[in-house]
């Protein structure tokens, strides 16, 4: 019909203040009807600097601001940053540490998850259902880290060389009341969504990530195994005792937007499983090594990473043997997940556009910093 | 377990692949010469002994005198993680060469980099401000951003109790 | 229809016509001529405000829907304004109007402000034809069913006038989408209906009401896939969530009531829910049996029948959008087109062939069971081979991730590792 009816592409943005943005994100697509034929990104509604601000505070004052920026997965943040800084200063931590780190790391995983399926399939347009169910159960597991380090979401739990307080006694039954109450939820959350012909009509094929691709844009987490590259930093580079767990690394197909979701999915039932591990061979002494709290590190640098829930997590430090970081760089998933979201966008409509994004699971907190 | 590379194992196999590439290695990194550095990542990344394909991290440090870039390299099948640097002399332009082309997951990183240190990246497709706004008054990750009169700089190293930094061997540019 | 019980005096209650029609017949005598038709209007208008517009709209509308969808996502729903939070549509509605209704500076605002007006008008007049009970009904017109497709057609008007007046590019999004949807919807949404129409053999709404209760079968037995598709088709047509892409929520904020707020939202939002529950009752008319339920309408008044066969038809509504996930535009669109409406299509060859067989059969009555036997298996079938016919194929979708023990780099499709 090109040639006949006359049309125009006009610009759209999608964001900052949109249902599915997830925060302040903006989108600006050039769009064709209902094809996106540009996508760009606008971002830095939320920039704070905290890599400024650290380099100002010491190590341990460093540690509540690896909170704030992914707000929803805080225990991961601390533990990246907490191991970065033990690399640098060659910090042993004893076995009990690393355990209650594993487990709180996990049920972040599963928390942030939940969160990621939810509004994911709320981005599909599934009305609020999804996202409610997932909330149930991440308020669970909020009260465990609300019973455990005072609060829900920025936790501020991990410390150098450990975690801040020991657990309380109310801890385990309320892991193991997680453990026996997840699965069916995501049994629940399997027919509701896995199986469902919209969403699978929805998702399949939709933001398309070949493997060389994936790797090229240096994505991680979810959406590189989604593309059905084997790699989790908890198997390939284990830090925290990972290597004594028995767990599996689930990868997807075609690396769409369904495979990522089905990862996630599974991501949680692993997830389960080195929870379990973890508390039942809990063992005992003492949690924290003692550091000072002006800790001056010799001068030399550190890259840290751990398995975030949205994927690579790393920490660059440079210390110049002063009580605070001398450069002190995060490199947040979520930020870099988002090279690849032009590629995946462009060719779709304005819905697969939102699905994509949806799929990417960004947290704005991390993007801008 | 990820095997770190030091800076001589790193330096070999860039060496190997583009020879005259190293400028100088450390126990952690590898400094490549700014001219060869895009030439010796592709060729990293094509090698199928080195197989650095993940760009995993990019970022910036000043340093007073220079600015480095640094770059965490890393082989899903190897398994290895590799470190290199290349340093930008000069606060007023410092300019490197762009591993856009190579890596694609390097542009927002660029553009990080750019956006707070001031680093210009040759050859990238659309260097823009990515987190602050275009006009934005000064780099401000840069060590002498908010340098307050008389030489003082604000954060810990000027409270009592705490010793003093390193006195900038580069006088503050404003 | 048996006299079992059934009397046409005023004050049998099983059918407020009666009452009606002597109050009318009383006042022809008294007034000039004339007046009794304003009258009939007004008694058809305020009655039907009271015994069902009153209800189904605030209690069962906004607040049941509210209660329920609350429930499906485990949590309790509006219950602090009244007992068991029953005032919370008036709480609503007086907030709504207490809001101020913004225009956007470049809007048009004369259609931006007539748009809510002309939606809330064929929600009312709908009801006209839709039979409550053996004489309750306003306009017993003997095209009802035609009355009630042209009718049902004018909403997407206000809603294009509400996108495009706004100046808003979300919502010019929402009312191009409502336009084409509204194309491509109307036409299987009148091949299932013609369905019926052959096997009743009527165009009134009333005659298929009686024809259901003739043959005492509900023509949802005999139709099972003209319901679907009918079903399909008006929640298309209606913005309901699985097919909402007009007001996508996450996709282009609200659609067409991007820009809408107040009161001016309120007409939109209640209407919505108006509309739901005259397409129920529709479907409760055409396809579950209007106000007769085998005989129990001898006993039980009529129109609280109908009243919960709506109800039930409004419950399908409100339980796809407490499940399902949207459908894209270009999707929905193919559904139509390459799916409901050739299902429709052969839906009505069987039907016209059925009705051709029984008329050579004089419409025997138990024929009409055997009918409904067929019907019923031809449809599951016509379904699923249609669906294979046009690619679909759900074992290939795999719904769970490959598990890897170690981690390495790529790993094909197909490789264990």
Redesign the interface.
């Known amino acids: 019909m090109t040639g006949i009816i006359k049309s125009e592409p006009?610009v759209?943005n999608i964001g900052p203040q949109?249902?599915?943005t997830h925060g302040v994100f903006r989108i600006k697509a050039t769009v064709d009807?209902?094809k996106v034929i540009d996508a760009e990104m606008v971002?830095?509604y939320l920039?704070r600097?905290m890599?400024?601000l650290a380099?100002?505070?010491?190590y341990t004052q460093n540690i509540p601001f690896t909170d704030r920026t992914d707000y929803l997965s805080s225990m991961s943040n601390n533990l990246g940053y907490c191991l970065a800084v033990e690399k640098l200063a060659g910090i042993e931590v004893p076995p009990r540490g690393n355990a209650i780190r594993v487990i709180m790391a996990e049920l972040q995983r599963l928390a942030s998850h939940c969160m990621a399926i939810g509004a994911f399939?709320?981005?599909?347009?599934?009305?609020?259902?999804p996202v409610?169910?997932a909330f149930?159960e991440r308020e669970k597991i909020l009260d465990i880290f609300e019973v455990t380090s005072g609060a829900r979401l920025t936790c501020n739990y991990m410390r150098i060389g450990g975690v801040a307080f020991d657990l309380r006694p109310e801890f385990e039954p309320m892991v193991r009341r997680i453990l026996r109450d997840f699965p069916p939820f995501l049994d629940e959350m399997?027919g509701?969504?896995?199986?469902?012909?919209?969403?699978?009509?929805?998702t399949?094929g939709v933001g398309v990530l070949t493997?060389e691709?994936a790797?090229?844009?240096?994505?991680?987490g979810p959406m590189l195994?989604g593309?059905?590259?084997?790699?989790?930093i908890r198997?390939?580079?284990?830090y925290c005792g990972y290597?004594q767990y028995d767990f599996?690394?689930?990868?997807?197909?075609?690396g769409d937007s369904?495979?990522r979701f089905?990862?996630r999915l599974?991501e949680m039932r692993q997830s389960l499983k080195i929870i379990q591990q973890a508390l039942d061979g809990l063992p005992g002494g003492p949690f924290r090594t003692e550091v000072p709290l002006?800790l001056r590190p010799p001068k030399?640098?550190a890259?840290a990473?751990i398995e975030s829930p949205r994927g690579?997590l790393?920490y660059?430090l440079?210390s110049?043997e002063?009580?605070?970081p001398?450069?002190f760089?995060i490199?947040p998933p979520s930020?870099?997940n988002?090279?690849?979201l032009k590629e995946m966008t462009v060719g779709g409509?304005?819905?697969?556009a939102?699905v994509v994004l949806g799929s990417i699971d960004i947290v704005v907190g991390e993007i801008?910093? | 377990m990820t095997r770190e590379l030091t800076g001589s194992e790193a330096a070999a196999l860039a060496e190997a692949l583009v020879p005259g590439s190293v400028d100088r290695t450390t126990e952690t990194a590898c400094y490549l010469k700014p001219d060869r550095l895009v030439e010796t990542l592709r060729a990293l990344r094509d090698d199928p002994d080195a197989n650095l394909v993940h760009l995993t991290n990019l970022c910036g440090v000043d340093y007073w005198d220079h600015f480095e870039v640094v770059y965490h390299i890393q082989s899903f099948e190897k398994n290895h993680l590799a470190c290199f640097k290349v340093e930008a002399w000069g606060r007023e332009n410092p300019e490197v060469p762009s591993v856009t082309p190579v890596f694609h997951g390097a542009w927002m990183q660029e553009c990080e980099a750019y956006d707070l240190f001031g680093i210009r990246f040759a050859g990238h497709p659309n260097l823009y401000r990515i987190l602050l706004w275009e006009g934005y008054p000064g780099w401000p990750l840069r060590k002498d951003f908010l340098a307050m009169p008389g030489g003082l700089q604000p954060g810990l190293g000027e409270f009592a109790g705490v010793a003093p930094r390193q006195e900038p061997p580069v006088k503050v540019i404003e | 229809m048996t006299p079992f019980l059934v009397s046409d005096k005023w004050y049998d209650i099983r059918d407020l016509g009666n009452l009606s029609r002597e109050i009318l017949e009383a006042a022809d005598r008294i007034l000039p001529f004339g007046v009794v038709y304003v009258l009939a209007a007004l008694i058809g208008f305020v009655a039907s405000f009271l015994l069902f517009v009153l209800p189904s709209q605030l209690i069962v509308g906004v607040y049941g829907e509210r209660r329920i969808i609350g429930r499906m996502q485990s949590r309790l729903g509006p219950n602090r304004v009244g007992p068991f939070g029953l005032l919370q549509p008036i709480a609503d509605a007086i907030k709504l109007i207490q809001k101020e209704a913004l225009t956007p500076t470049r809007a048009d605002r004369a259609v931006m402000y007539i748009a809510p007006i002309i939606f809330v008008m064929p929600a009312v007049l709908l009801w006209a034809v839709i039979p409550f009970g053996e004489n309750m009904v306003i306009a017993d017109i003997p095209v009802s069913l035609m009355y009630f497709l042209a009718v049902s057609s004018l909403p997407v008007i206000a809603t294009f006038m509400a996108g495009w007046s706004a100046n808003n590019k979300y919502s010019l999004f929402g009312a191009m989408r409502i336009v084409s949807m509204a194309i491509s919807y109307e036409s299987p949404l009148v091949l299932a209906l013609l369905g019926a129409v052959v096997m009743t053999g009527t165009i009134s709404l009333s005659g298929m009401v009686a024809w259901a209760d003739e043959f005492n079968i509900w023509m949802v037995f005999v139709q099972p896939l003209a319901l679907v598709i009918y079903f399909i088709c008006v929640s298309a047509e209606l913005n309901r969530t699985p097919v909402d892409i007009a007001e996508a929520e996450s996709e282009i904020v609200a659609g067409y009531l991007t820009e809408y707020s107040g009161m001016k939202w309120g007409l939109f939002y209640g209407m919505d829910i108006g509309y739901a529950l005259a397409a129920s009752g529709f479907a409760a008319t055409v396809f579950l049996g209007g106000w007769t339920f085998f005989g129990l309408e001898q006993w039980v008044p009529g129109w609280l029948i109908f009243i919960a066969k709506t109800h039930l038809f409004y419950f399908l509504f409100i339980w796809t959008r407490g499940t399902l996930p949207r459908l894209r535009a270009d999707q929905l669109m193919a559904f139509a087109w390459k799916f409901l409406l050739p299902l429709g299509v052969f839906n009505l060859l069987i039907v016209s062939t059925e009705r051709m067989l029984w008329s050579e059969q004089d419409y025997a009555k138990g024929l009409i069971y055997v009918f409904a036997l067929v019907n019923i298996i031809l449809s599951v079938a016509l379904v699923y081979a249609w669906a294979r016919f046009n690619g679909y194929r759900p074992e290939r979708t795999p719904t769970r991730p490959r598990l890897v023990k170690q981690a390495g780099g790529y790993i094909p499709v197909g490789e264990r590792s």
């Open positions: 006009f759209i949109h249902p599915s009807g209902e971002m830095g920039h600097s890599e400024k380099e100002e505070r010491t399939a709320n981005d599909t347009g599934a009305w609020q259902t409610m169910w149930r399997e509701l969504l896995s199986g469902n012909e919209i969403f699978i009509a929805r399949r493997p691709m790797t090229n844009a240096s994505l991680s195994r593309s059905g590259i084997a790699w989790d198997k390939a580079d284990p290597e599996d690394i689930p990868i997807g197909y075609n369904y495979d089905i990862v599974e002006a030399g640098e890259y990473r690579e790393g660059y440079v110049d002063g009580p605070s001398y450069r760089h490199r930020f870099i988002l090279s690849a409509t304005v819905a697969d939102i801008d910093r």
